[in-house]
């Protein structure tokens, strides 16, 4: 049973050290995705985030990885108008870097 945050983050050594307990939702555009991303992660761009793309029962927790706090918050905000349970990942993608943090990539 996890611990439902609503809002709020995790820093990205939080995330490492409970990846299990959260479903990551990389809502960077495509060339970001493909540029690295968090193992395990799924893709749903910003834009996109209404569309119910994420396939999952709304148990799992989500963790929103941006380019920055802003973009992730404003996609938070959406995945909670949508019932899901949700937070950022501090700092986005260039706190997960600094950290040291493994990112994996889907070049083509």
């Known amino acids: ?12 050594d939080e995330l490492a050290a409970s990846l299990h307990d959260y479903v990551v939702v990389d809502v ?3 060339s970001g995705w493909s540029g690295g ?11 996109n985030l209404g569309g119910g793309l994420i396939d ?7 963790a929103v990885l941006a380019d920055n706090d802003r973009e992730a918050e404003e996609a938070v905000g959406a995945l909670l108008r949508q019932g899901w349970d949700a937070v950022t990942i501090s700092g ?7 950290a ?7 070049r083509h």
């Open 56 to 62: 999952d029962d709304k148990r799992s927790p989500l």
């Open 100 to 106: 040291g943090q493994c990112l994996v990539t889907n």
């Open 92 to 98: 986005g993608l260039p706190a997960w870097r600094a």
């Open 1 to 12: 049973m996890y611990s439902v945050r609503r809002r709020g983050s995790l820093d990205p």
């Open 28 to 30: 960077r555009d495509r």
């Open 37 to 47: 991303h968090i193992p395990g992660s799924i893709h749903v761009p910003i834009n």
